[in-house]
């Protein structure tokens, strides 16, 4: 069975001490592994698409990568506002408006 | 910038009771969503269209219907609330193109509560 895994579940980091959140796929046929944040009690807002193994993309503080079997959300030195869920979600092969979203990772920064 | 605007944010409904949760996006995009979101779960698709009077059940369709009768218009339907269905619900828009690669844009979400 498709399935997406996100680890760790929740993150508690001191501002400026970089991380790596995880996510974990077993869809085979990659088409895009998107990763979203989502803030309390809003919906869910796009960070990055990536579409091939060896694949980085960078947005400020954060670096997203993908291998053949994960993803990783690398985040530098970051800052209380980078504090929010972050959503990994895999594209179906099959059937490209289907996307497995794993549970989010909560990550919170203290200043 | 991509507007997906959901009709509630909050809403408290009876068992029993026949709800409508209303979407609306303002960039022409051909697909439109609708999930919920559980603790623990992440999102599961409940419905989806990929064009006007088209629909496709998602993961989770049982008890929800849906409604496109216009490109930017898609209604959530639960035909009957129950307390199952206590969730937040998020309305999502993306356009066909790239291959499909395209992201999806979100609404603010409408959390429903049933009593």
């Known amino acids: 069975e498709d399935q997406v895994t996100q680890s760790p579940e929740a993150l508690r980091l001191q501002e400026g001490e970089s991380s790596s959140l995880n996510c974990s796929y077993t869809v085979s046929g990659l088409r895009g592994l998107f990763w979203y944040r989502q803030d309390p009690g809003k919906g869910p807002e796009f960070l990055f698409t990536l579409y091939s193994a060896g694949e980085e993309k960078e947005k400020e503080r954060l670096k997203a990568t993908l291998t053949k079997k994960e993803s990783f959300l690398h985040i530098t030195a970051p800052k209380p506002e980078d504090s929010a869920t972050y959503l990994c979600?895999?594209?179906?092969?099959?059937?490209?408006?289907?996307?497995?979203f794993g549970s989010g990772t909560k990550l919170n920064v203290k200043p | 910038d991509v507007k997906v605007t959901q009709s509630s944010r909050y809403l408290v409904k009876r068992t029993g009771e026949k709800v409508f949760l209303e979407c609306v996006q303002d960039?022409?995009?051909?697909?439109m969503f609708w999930y919920r979101q559980d603790p623990g779960l992440g999102l599961r698709l409940i419905y989806f269209s990929y064009d006007v009077k088209m629909k496709e059940k998602g993961d989770i369709p049982e008890g929800y219907s849906v409604s496109r009768e216009k490109k930017e218009r898609f209604s959530l339907i639960l035909e009957s609330a129950s307390t199952n269905q206590t969730s937040m619900y998020l309305c999502?828009?993306?356009?066909?193109?790239?291959?499909?690669?395209?992201?999806?844009?979100f609404g603010q979400g409408t959390r429903l509560t049933v009593v």
């Open positions: 979600a895999v594209q179906a092969p099959d059937n490209f408006n289907k996307f497995y």
């Open positions: 960039m022409d995009h051909e697909n």
């Open positions: 999502a828009s993306r356009p066909t193109g790239r291959g499909g690669r395209t992201e999806a844009f």
